[in-house]
């Protein structure tokens, strides 16, 4: 069955350093993979798509990957803040029915 | 900047009565979907309405939810009679998909989510 997997611990990082989160699936053959930022009790937010055929996407401080070969999408936050402290979900998409991972928290220490 | 609209912000109702959640989409989209969030757990699809008609469901969509897109700007999902399980965040969402952003395999549109209703049955 269909299954995505994201750190399901949360992620502690020093303000300044670069937060890497992981999205890998599992019996998926996306054409995009979408990722999403999630504050408490708050509705996601989009941040990222990329598609199959592009390895790398960027956007100001945020960055990610997609290797359709390992099935993984990584997502990189450089230079970050206590503000981009949030659950960050990951979305690949093979049909119209759009399916998320559990999300990573990530906290930003200052 | 247009933002997709719900109300009530919290709902609470006894087991077996039915409930409404109504969504305001942002004006110009075509899309229209639902999602719910048990507390703790990952955000789950339920439909997608396009078109005045259910495009999507999942397995979790079953006879017991509606949806309806009463007049041009409201979006709603009716619970029939309402279960403990069905204690969550429900989250409205809408896009606007450009003619390149659909293809067979999937979506790239952009979903602009609501802050999401509340539901908790007793």
């Known amino acids: 069955s269909q299954k995505i997997e994201q750190n399901s611990e949360a992620l502690n990082i020093q303000e300044g350093k670069t937060a890497t989160l992981t999205c890998n699936y599992t019996?998926?053959?996306?054409?995009?993979l979408q990722w999403y930022r999630q504050d408490p009790g708050r509705g996601p937010v989009f941040l990222l798509l990329?598609?199959?055929?592009?390895k790398e996407k960027r956007k100001e401080r945020l960055k990610v990957t997609f290797d359709t070969t390992l099935k993984q999408s990584l997502f990189h936050i450089t230079a970050s803040q206590p503000a981009d402290s949030a659950t960050y979900l990951c979305a690949p998409q093979e049909t119209y029915k759009y399916i998320f991972g559990t999300g990573t928290r990530l906290k930003v220490l200052a | 900047e247009p933002e997709v609209t719900q109300t009530p912000s919290h709902q609470v109702t006894q087991m077996g009565q039915e409930v409404i959640l109504r969504c305001v989409p942002i004006s110009n989209h075509l899309y229209f979907y639902w999602y719910r969030q048990i507390l703790g757990q990952k955000v789950e699809f339920l439909v997608s309405?396009?078109?005045?008609?259910?495009?999507?469901k999942s397995e979790i969509f079953d006879d017991q939810f509606s949806v309806e897109r009463p007049d041009g700007s409201n979006f709603t999902l009716k619970i029939r009679s309402t279960k403990l399980e069905d204690s969550a965040m429900y989250f409205c969402?809408?896009?606007?998909?450009?003619?390149?952003?659909?293809?067979?395999?999937?979506?790239?549109?952009?979903?602009?989510f609501g802050p999401g209703t509340r539901l908790t049955v007793l």
């Open positions: 019996n998926y053959s996306p054409a995009y």
């Open positions: 969402a809408s896009s606007d998909p450009s003619p390149s952003s659909r293809s067979k395999r999937g979506a790239s549109d952009t979903q602009y």
């Open positions: 309405f396009y078109n005045n008609e259910i495009s999507e």
């Open positions: 990329i598609r199959e055929n592009e």
